[in-house]
């Protein structure tokens, strides 16, 4: 996730790290042990998801997933972007929960399963009211996606780090991923940025959307073995992905 003020923030299993945005990575903020212990007893959460932020009442906050060995439970997790302290959590009606994106415009949390997705799941903050679910499609049909590790919304598109959406699950192991953009008005999906084994990239992770200050579109994905950052000049949704200067 990029931090507003330019740090990267990073989540493993039971943690969350601030670092600089540039190499050396050096640290800024860490706390090694973000789930609070009765959070993990009341229901075995022990794996941080994919985050987003927002400022809420004047604190910039980070939005994060909770999930369990078993994959029957899920949870939203709140923690503070400078300090990295939990500020809240509740259950969510999900069997998994790979990421928790928020729309800092309408406070709503977008979110899913992990394999055979056809709907997008929306929750309100802070009291975690459930929105009825948004379906997703494709050139106006049903359509279902795999592999989702990471979510991020911006203007208007829930982007989502995916399996890649033109091959069967057969040939999507030895072929990279996706990034695919999601209308939060209609839940059409078109492809926005398409990874390849060749890169290096695996298995897309989370991923982070924002705008520089020549409001070019940045997408910051994290794969398994490295981090991509793509600088688009100019965005274009379907089978020709994006234009990329980076």
């Given at each position: ?11 493993g299993k039971e943690t969350v790290r601030r670092t600089w945005p ?69 259950r969510l009606p999900q069997l998994h929960s790979p990421f928790l ?43 279902v996606l795999h592999g989702i590790q990471g979510g991020a919304v ?93």
């Open positions: 996730h990029l931090h507003k003020r330019g740090s990267l923030v990073f989540t540039m190499a050396p990575f050096q640290t800024e903020a860490w706390n090694s042990k973000a789930i609070p212990e009765n959070v993990t007893a009341d229901g075995g959460f022990h794996h941080i998801g994919d985050i987003s932020s927002m400022v809420y009442e004047g604190q910039e906050l980070l939005f994060t997933s909770l999930e369990e060995s078993t994959f029957s439970r899920t949870m939203m997790m709140v923690v503070t972007a400078d300090t990295l302290e939990y500020v809240t959590s509740c994106a928020i729309d800092p415009a309408t406070s709503i949390m977008y979110s899913s399963e992990h394999n055979n997705v056809d709907v997008i799941r929306r929750y309100i903050f802070p009291s975690c009211t459930e929105l009825p679910p948004l379906p997703v499609r494709r050139k106006g049909n049903t359509t911006y203007d208007g598109l829930l982007y989502l780090s995916a399996d890649k959406i033109n091959l069967s699950k057969e040939q999507i192991a030895s072929n990279g991923g996706d990034v695919v953009a999601v209308s939060l008005a209609t839940g059409e999906i078109e492809l926005a940025l398409g990874l390849w084994c060749g890169m290096g990239l695996s298995e897309t992770e989370g991923i982070d959307v924002s705008a520089d200050a020549d409001g070019r579109l940045k997408m910051l994905v994290l794969n398994n073995f490295l981090s991509l950052l793509v600088t688009v000049t100019e965005l274009v949704l379907g089978e020709e992905a994006l234009r990329a200067e980076s």
